[in-house]
Protein backbone atom coordinates (compact mmCIF):
# COMPACT_ATOMS: atom_id res chain seq x y z
CA UNK A 1 0.00 0.00 0.00
CA UNK A 2 3.22 2.40 0.75
CA UNK A 3 4.07 1.98 -2.78
CA UNK A 4 0.91 3.24 -4.44
CA UNK A 5 0.18 6.21 -1.56
CA UNK A 6 -0.64 9.63 -3.15
CA UNK A 7 -0.64 7.78 -7.05
CA UNK A 8 -4.36 8.93 -8.71
CA UNK A 9 -6.94 6.35 -8.99
CA UNK A 10 -9.68 6.16 -11.03
CA UNK A 11 -13.02 3.72 -10.05
CA UNK A 12 -16.29 3.60 -11.39
CA UNK A 13 -18.36 4.60 -8.67
CA UNK A 14 -18.26 8.37 -9.11
CA UNK A 15 -16.08 8.99 -6.23
CA UNK A 16 -13.62 11.81 -5.88
CA UNK A 17 -10.95 9.65 -7.68
CA UNK A 18 -13.46 8.65 -10.32
CA UNK A 19 -13.77 11.04 -13.71
CA UNK A 20 -16.60 11.83 -13.27
CA UNK A 21 -15.21 13.29 -9.56
CA UNK A 22 -12.43 14.94 -11.10
CA UNK A 23 -14.80 16.32 -13.84
CA UNK A 24 -16.42 17.82 -10.46
CA UNK A 25 -13.49 19.05 -8.94
CA UNK A 26 -12.94 21.48 -11.55
CA UNK A 27 -13.30 24.62 -9.07
CA UNK A 28 -14.14 27.77 -9.89
CA UNK A 29 -10.67 28.72 -11.28
CA UNK A 30 -10.41 26.04 -13.64
CA UNK A 31 -13.46 26.71 -15.37
CA UNK A 32 -12.08 30.87 -15.68
CA UNK A 33 -8.76 29.41 -16.90
CA UNK A 34 -11.10 28.04 -19.76
CA UNK A 35 -12.65 30.70 -20.27
CA UNK A 36 -9.90 33.30 -20.52
CA UNK A 37 -7.81 31.28 -22.49
CA UNK A 38 -10.69 31.06 -25.02
CA UNK A 39 -11.19 34.52 -24.88
CA UNK A 40 -7.86 35.17 -25.67
CA UNK A 41 -8.03 33.10 -28.53
CA UNK A 42 -10.62 35.06 -29.71
CA UNK A 43 -8.80 37.96 -30.12
CA UNK A 44 -6.59 36.00 -31.89
CA UNK A 45 -9.47 35.11 -34.62
CA UNK A 46 -10.61 38.38 -34.80
CA UNK A 47 -7.21 39.89 -35.46
CA UNK A 48 -6.39 37.47 -38.17
CA UNK A 49 -9.65 38.14 -39.82
CA UNK A 50 -8.53 41.92 -39.97
CA UNK A 51 -5.37 41.17 -41.30
CA UNK A 52 -6.40 38.94 -44.03
CA UNK A 53 -9.75 40.67 -44.79
CA UNK A 54 -11.87 37.80 -44.02
CA UNK A 55 -11.67 34.27 -42.75
CA UNK A 56 -9.47 33.47 -45.26
CA UNK A 57 -6.53 32.05 -45.06
CA UNK A 58 -5.68 32.57 -41.25
CA UNK A 59 -8.48 33.35 -39.22
CA UNK A 60 -10.84 30.25 -40.04
CA UNK A 61 -7.52 28.14 -39.37
CA UNK A 62 -6.50 29.91 -36.24
CA UNK A 63 -9.98 28.56 -35.09
CA UNK A 64 -9.90 24.93 -35.81
CA UNK A 65 -6.63 24.58 -34.49
CA UNK A 66 -8.12 26.30 -31.31
CA UNK A 67 -10.81 24.41 -31.17
CA UNK A 68 -8.97 21.06 -31.57
CA UNK A 69 -6.19 22.45 -29.10
CA UNK A 70 -8.62 23.33 -26.46
CA UNK A 71 -9.64 19.72 -26.32
CA UNK A 72 -6.54 18.52 -25.61
CA UNK A 73 -6.15 20.76 -23.40
CA UNK A 74 -9.43 19.62 -21.77
CA UNK A 75 -8.05 15.77 -22.22
CA UNK A 76 -4.28 16.29 -21.25
CA UNK A 77 -5.80 18.26 -17.85
CA UNK A 78 -7.96 14.99 -16.78
CA UNK A 79 -4.46 12.63 -17.35
CA UNK A 80 -3.28 11.63 -13.97
CA UNK A 81 -0.28 13.43 -12.76
CA UNK A 82 1.79 10.48 -12.07
CA UNK A 83 1.63 10.39 -16.03
CA UNK A 84 3.18 13.36 -16.19
CA UNK A 85 5.98 12.96 -14.57
CA UNK A 86 6.88 9.87 -15.94
CA UNK A 87 6.95 11.14 -19.11
CA UNK A 88 9.01 14.47 -18.15
CA UNK A 89 12.62 12.85 -19.05
CA UNK A 90 11.40 11.19 -22.35
CA UNK A 91 9.39 14.18 -23.43
CA UNK A 92 12.36 16.45 -22.48
CA UNK A 93 15.14 13.84 -24.84
CA UNK A 94 12.55 13.44 -27.51
CA UNK A 95 12.25 17.26 -28.15
CA UNK A 96 16.27 17.36 -27.49
CA UNK A 97 16.67 14.80 -29.85
CA UNK A 98 14.43 16.77 -32.62
CA UNK A 99 16.13 20.16 -31.88
CA UNK A 100 19.17 17.92 -33.55
CA UNK A 101 17.24 16.65 -36.49
CA UNK A 102 16.73 20.23 -37.13
CA UNK A 103 20.50 20.44 -37.48
CA UNK A 104 20.57 17.73 -40.15
CA UNK A 105 17.66 17.47 -41.65
CA UNK A 106 15.86 20.81 -40.83
CA UNK A 107 13.25 22.58 -43.41
CA UNK A 108 14.51 26.39 -44.32
CA UNK A 109 12.24 29.26 -44.49
CA UNK A 110 13.17 33.03 -44.31
CA UNK A 111 16.75 32.25 -43.77
CA UNK A 112 16.19 30.24 -40.60
CA UNK A 113 16.18 26.32 -40.04
CA UNK A 114 14.04 25.72 -37.49
CA UNK A 115 11.47 23.04 -38.94
CA UNK A 116 11.38 19.55 -39.38
CA UNK A 117 8.44 18.01 -42.41
CA UNK A 118 6.81 15.00 -41.50
CA UNK A 119 4.83 14.47 -44.32
CA UNK A 120 2.39 17.28 -44.98
CA UNK A 121 2.84 18.38 -41.70
CA UNK A 122 5.58 21.25 -40.46
CA UNK A 123 6.34 21.03 -36.79
CA UNK A 124 8.92 23.69 -34.87
CA UNK A 125 10.57 21.47 -32.18
CA UNK A 126 11.57 24.84 -30.36
CA UNK A 127 7.90 24.83 -29.15
CA UNK A 128 8.12 21.40 -27.92
CA UNK A 129 11.14 21.87 -25.90
CA UNK A 130 9.40 25.10 -23.98
CA UNK A 131 6.98 22.45 -22.37
CA UNK A 132 9.64 19.58 -22.34
CA UNK A 133 11.80 22.01 -20.24
CA UNK A 134 9.44 22.60 -17.73
CA UNK A 135 8.05 19.41 -17.31
CA UNK A 136 12.06 18.11 -17.11
CA UNK A 137 13.36 20.81 -14.61
CA UNK A 138 10.12 20.33 -12.49
CA UNK A 139 10.41 16.76 -12.00
CA UNK A 140 14.24 16.79 -11.26
CA UNK A 141 13.31 19.27 -8.17
CA UNK A 142 10.61 16.97 -6.93
CA UNK A 143 11.70 15.93 -3.41
CA UNK A 144 15.18 17.41 -3.85
CA UNK A 145 16.26 18.41 -0.51
CA UNK A 146 17.33 22.11 -0.29
CA UNK A 147 21.30 20.55 0.53
CA UNK A 148 21.14 19.04 -2.99
CA UNK A 149 19.23 21.96 -5.03
CA UNK A 150 22.28 24.00 -3.73
CA UNK A 151 25.18 21.58 -4.28
CA UNK A 152 27.35 21.50 -6.92
CA UNK A 153 26.73 18.44 -8.54
CA UNK A 154 22.88 19.31 -8.00
CA UNK A 155 23.29 22.39 -10.26
CA UNK A 156 24.84 20.55 -13.21
CA UNK A 157 22.21 18.71 -14.24
CA UNK A 158 19.53 21.62 -14.67
CA UNK A 159 22.38 24.12 -16.38
CA UNK A 160 22.56 20.72 -18.75
CA UNK A 161 19.13 20.78 -19.10
CA UNK A 162 18.71 24.31 -19.51
CA UNK A 163 21.57 24.85 -21.98
CA UNK A 164 21.57 22.48 -24.44
CA UNK A 165 18.24 23.24 -25.68
CA UNK A 166 19.27 26.86 -25.93
CA UNK A 167 22.43 26.43 -27.75
CA UNK A 168 20.56 24.77 -30.48
CA UNK A 169 17.82 27.07 -30.38
CA UNK A 170 20.71 29.73 -31.16
CA UNK A 171 22.13 27.89 -33.76
CA UNK A 172 18.78 27.89 -36.02
CA UNK A 173 19.13 30.91 -35.28
CA UNK A 174 16.36 31.91 -33.23
CA UNK A 175 17.04 34.23 -30.90
CA UNK A 176 14.15 35.08 -29.17
CA UNK A 177 13.00 31.41 -28.59
CA UNK A 178 16.10 30.42 -27.04
CA UNK A 179 15.93 33.75 -24.81
CA UNK A 180 12.96 32.30 -23.46
CA UNK A 181 14.02 29.16 -22.97
CA UNK A 182 17.03 30.14 -20.80
CA UNK A 183 14.67 32.83 -19.09
CA UNK A 184 11.86 30.34 -17.77
CA UNK A 185 14.62 27.29 -17.02
CA UNK A 186 16.60 29.96 -14.88
CA UNK A 187 13.32 31.27 -13.03
CA UNK A 188 12.52 27.54 -12.14
CA UNK A 189 15.82 26.75 -11.31
CA UNK A 190 15.16 29.95 -8.97
CA UNK A 191 11.85 29.06 -6.91
CA UNK A 192 13.91 25.66 -6.79
CA UNK A 193 15.42 27.31 -3.80
CA UNK A 194 18.76 27.53 -4.88
CA UNK A 195 21.36 29.77 -3.10
CA UNK A 196 21.68 33.63 -3.52
CA UNK A 197 25.66 32.94 -4.22
CA UNK A 198 24.67 30.27 -7.31
CA UNK A 199 22.56 33.38 -7.92
CA UNK A 200 25.22 36.45 -8.27
CA UNK A 201 27.83 33.85 -9.91
CA UNK A 202 24.97 32.77 -12.81
CA UNK A 203 23.78 36.72 -12.94
CA UNK A 204 27.78 37.32 -14.06
CA UNK A 205 28.48 33.99 -15.95
CA UNK A 206 25.05 35.10 -18.09
CA UNK A 207 26.47 38.72 -18.37
CA UNK A 208 29.80 37.49 -19.82
CA UNK A 209 27.48 34.61 -22.32
CA UNK A 210 25.64 37.64 -23.51
CA UNK A 211 29.10 39.87 -24.73
CA UNK A 212 30.93 36.62 -26.08
CA UNK A 213 27.64 35.59 -27.97
CA UNK A 214 27.19 38.59 -29.37
CA UNK A 215 30.27 38.86 -30.91
CA UNK A 216 30.81 35.36 -31.94
CA UNK A 217 27.87 33.73 -31.73
CA UNK A 218 25.14 35.58 -33.78
CA UNK A 219 24.25 36.02 -37.33
CA UNK A 220 25.23 38.72 -39.16
CA UNK A 221 21.39 39.72 -39.25
CA UNK A 222 20.85 39.08 -35.56
CA UNK A 223 24.00 41.79 -34.67
CA UNK A 224 22.58 44.26 -36.94
CA UNK A 225 18.94 44.18 -35.09
CA UNK A 226 20.52 45.07 -31.86
CA UNK A 227 22.42 47.65 -32.92
CA UNK A 228 19.71 49.15 -35.08
CA UNK A 229 17.37 48.59 -32.03
CA UNK A 230 19.30 51.19 -29.73
CA UNK A 231 18.83 53.35 -33.57
CA UNK A 232 16.18 52.70 -35.77
CA UNK A 233 16.48 55.60 -37.48
CA UNK A 234 20.08 54.75 -39.16
CA UNK A 235 18.66 52.24 -41.53
CA UNK A 236 14.78 53.12 -41.95
CA UNK A 237 14.27 50.75 -45.11
CA UNK A 238 16.10 47.92 -43.93
CA UNK A 239 17.00 46.37 -40.25
CA UNK A 240 14.78 49.27 -38.41
CA UNK A 241 11.33 49.33 -41.05
CA UNK A 242 10.01 46.67 -39.07
CA UNK A 243 10.20 48.60 -35.76
CA UNK A 244 9.54 51.90 -37.25
CA UNK A 245 6.60 51.00 -38.76
CA UNK A 246 5.37 48.98 -36.18
CA UNK A 247 5.85 52.41 -33.49
CA UNK A 248 4.02 54.13 -36.51
CA UNK A 249 0.53 51.70 -36.29
CA UNK A 250 0.85 51.92 -32.79
CA UNK A 251 0.82 55.77 -31.76
CA UNK A 252 -1.89 56.21 -34.88
CA UNK A 253 -4.20 54.57 -32.35
CA UNK A 254 -4.33 56.92 -29.98
CA UNK A 255 -6.26 56.24 -27.08
CA UNK A 256 -9.47 54.68 -28.67
CA UNK A 257 -8.21 53.21 -31.60
CA UNK A 258 -9.04 53.53 -35.24
CA UNK A 259 -11.69 50.82 -35.41
CA UNK A 260 -11.74 47.36 -36.76
CA UNK A 261 -10.68 46.74 -40.14
CA UNK A 262 -9.63 50.62 -40.10
CA UNK A 263 -5.61 50.34 -39.06
CA UNK A 264 -3.72 52.22 -42.78
CA UNK A 265 -0.56 50.89 -41.56
CA UNK A 266 -2.00 47.20 -41.48
CA UNK A 267 -4.52 47.08 -44.14
CA UNK A 268 -1.95 49.33 -46.67
CA UNK A 269 0.04 46.34 -45.91
CA UNK A 270 2.88 48.96 -44.13
CA UNK A 271 3.41 46.68 -41.50
CA UNK A 272 5.43 43.20 -41.73
CA UNK A 273 4.86 40.20 -40.81
CA UNK A 274 1.73 41.30 -39.01
CA UNK A 275 -0.61 38.25 -38.51
CA UNK A 276 2.90 36.79 -36.65
CA UNK A 277 5.16 38.44 -34.43
CA UNK A 278 3.25 42.19 -35.17
CA UNK A 279 -0.19 41.26 -34.08
CA UNK A 280 0.04 43.00 -31.43
CA UNK A 281 0.91 46.11 -33.15
CA UNK A 282 -2.23 45.56 -35.00
CA UNK A 283 -4.57 45.51 -31.74
CA UNK A 284 -3.10 48.81 -30.85
CA UNK A 285 -3.63 50.75 -34.11
CA UNK A 286 -7.10 49.21 -34.61
CA UNK A 287 -8.31 49.23 -30.32
CA UNK A 288 -5.45 52.19 -29.45
CA UNK A 289 -4.47 51.84 -25.62
CA UNK A 290 -7.16 50.80 -24.46
CA UNK A 291 -7.63 48.28 -25.89
CA UNK A 292 -4.15 47.03 -25.82
CA UNK A 293 -3.88 47.11 -22.08
CA UNK A 294 -7.27 45.03 -22.25
CA UNK A 295 -5.53 42.33 -23.79
CA UNK A 296 -2.91 42.59 -21.44
CA UNK A 297 -5.40 42.71 -18.56
CA UNK A 298 -6.53 39.36 -20.24
CA UNK A 299 -3.11 38.15 -19.89
CA UNK A 300 -2.45 39.08 -16.11
CA UNK A 301 -5.75 37.41 -15.49
CA UNK A 302 -4.70 34.19 -16.42
CA UNK A 303 -1.31 34.37 -15.09
CA UNK A 304 -3.10 35.84 -11.74
CA UNK A 305 -5.49 31.79 -12.07
CA UNK A 306 -2.38 30.14 -13.09
CA UNK A 307 -0.20 31.36 -9.79
CA UNK A 308 -3.42 30.24 -7.70
CA UNK A 309 -3.16 27.09 -9.09
CA UNK A 310 0.01 26.47 -8.48
CA UNK A 311 -0.22 27.43 -5.11
CA UNK A 312 -2.99 24.97 -3.96
CA UNK A 313 -1.07 21.92 -5.38
CA UNK A 314 0.11 19.68 -2.76
CA UNK A 315 2.81 17.98 -5.01
CA UNK A 316 6.15 19.81 -5.73
CA UNK A 317 6.09 18.69 -9.19
CA UNK A 318 2.46 20.21 -9.29
CA UNK A 319 3.42 23.79 -8.25
CA UNK A 320 7.02 24.21 -10.43
CA UNK A 321 5.26 22.52 -13.61
CA UNK A 322 2.32 25.42 -12.83
CA UNK A 323 4.83 27.83 -11.86
CA UNK A 324 6.68 26.73 -14.75
CA UNK A 325 4.29 27.60 -17.94
CA UNK A 326 3.03 30.77 -15.82
CA UNK A 327 6.24 31.59 -16.10
CA UNK A 328 6.85 30.74 -20.39
CA UNK A 329 3.31 32.58 -20.91
CA UNK A 330 5.02 35.51 -18.99
CA UNK A 331 7.73 35.62 -21.30
CA UNK A 332 6.10 35.29 -24.40
CA UNK A 333 3.63 38.16 -23.98
CA UNK A 334 6.67 40.54 -22.20
CA UNK A 335 9.15 39.92 -25.01
CA UNK A 336 6.38 40.16 -27.91
CA UNK A 337 5.05 43.32 -26.76
CA UNK A 338 8.41 44.97 -25.74
CA UNK A 339 9.55 44.24 -29.29
CA UNK A 340 6.97 45.58 -31.12
CA UNK A 341 6.90 48.98 -29.15
CA UNK A 342 10.93 49.13 -29.67
CA UNK A 343 11.99 48.61 -25.99
CA UNK A 344 13.58 45.24 -27.02
CA UNK A 345 14.88 44.13 -30.11
CA UNK A 346 13.23 42.55 -32.70
CA UNK A 347 14.11 38.68 -32.02
CA UNK A 348 10.69 37.16 -33.66
CA UNK A 349 8.48 35.24 -30.47
CA UNK A 350 5.22 35.05 -31.32
CA UNK A 351 2.22 36.52 -29.23
CA UNK A 352 0.82 33.22 -27.97
CA UNK A 353 -2.85 32.06 -28.77
CA UNK A 354 -3.08 35.33 -31.01
CA UNK A 355 -0.44 35.07 -33.47
CA UNK A 356 -0.76 32.72 -35.80
CA UNK A 357 1.11 29.24 -35.85
CA UNK A 358 0.25 26.12 -35.31
CA UNK A 359 2.96 24.17 -33.30
CA UNK A 360 2.99 27.01 -30.96
CA UNK A 361 -0.73 27.00 -30.56
CA UNK A 362 -0.49 23.23 -29.76
CA UNK A 363 2.48 23.92 -27.47
CA UNK A 364 0.86 26.68 -25.78
CA UNK A 365 -2.27 25.01 -24.85
CA UNK A 366 -0.45 21.55 -23.91
CA UNK A 367 1.18 23.97 -21.28
CA UNK A 368 -2.26 24.89 -20.20
CA UNK A 369 -3.50 21.15 -19.88
CA UNK A 370 -0.68 20.63 -17.64
CA UNK A 371 -1.80 23.78 -15.59
CA UNK A 372 -5.31 22.39 -15.63
CA UNK A 373 -4.03 18.81 -14.57
CA UNK A 374 -2.67 20.67 -11.76
CA UNK A 375 -5.64 22.01 -10.70
CA UNK A 376 -7.61 18.81 -10.90
CA UNK A 377 -5.42 17.13 -9.01
CA UNK A 378 -4.47 19.74 -6.59
CA UNK A 379 -5.13 17.67 -3.64
CA UNK A 380 -2.60 14.31 -4.96
CA UNK A 381 0.56 14.09 -3.50
CA UNK A 382 3.43 11.87 -5.66
CA UNK A 383 6.45 9.72 -4.16
CA UNK A 384 9.54 11.61 -4.00
CA UNK A 385 11.54 12.16 -7.32
CA UNK A 386 13.43 8.66 -7.06
CA UNK A 387 10.40 6.62 -6.62
CA UNK A 388 8.43 8.88 -9.75
CA UNK A 389 9.42 6.42 -12.18
Given at each position: MAMIQGMTTYDPSGGPHSLRGRVFSMSFAGWTLVLLVSLLAGVGVAMLYSVSGGWEPYASRHATR???????????????????????????????????????????????????????????????????????????????????????????????????????????????????VAATGATLIFLSGIQWRWILRGAIAGLAGVVVLFFFGLQDYQRARILTFLNPDTDQLGAGYHILQSKIAIGSGGVWGKGFNEGTQTQLNFLPEKHTDFIFTVIGEEFGFVGSVGVLGLVCAILLVGIYIALSSKAHFGRLAAL???????????????????????????????????TAMMAVMAGFGLLLNVHIHREDELPSAGRLL
Amino acid sequence: MAMIQGMTTYDPSGGPHSLRGRVFSMSFAGWTLVLLVSLLAGVGVAMLYSVSGGWEPYASRHATRFGFSLLVMLVLGFVPMRVWSSLAYPSYFVALALLVLVELKGATAMGATRWIDIGPVRIQPSEIMKLALVLALARYYHGLSIERVSGFFGILPPLFLVGAPAALIVKQPDLGTAVLVAATGATLIFLSGIQWRWILRGAIAGLAGVVVLFFFGLQDYQRARILTFLNPDTDQLGAGYHILQSKIAIGSGGVWGKGFNEGTQTQLNFLPEKHTDFIFTVIGEEFGFVGSVGVLGLVCAILLVGIYIALSSKAHFGRLAALGVCATFAFYVVINTAMVMGLVPVVGVPLPLVSYGGTAMMAVMAGFGLLLNVHIHREDELPSAGRLL
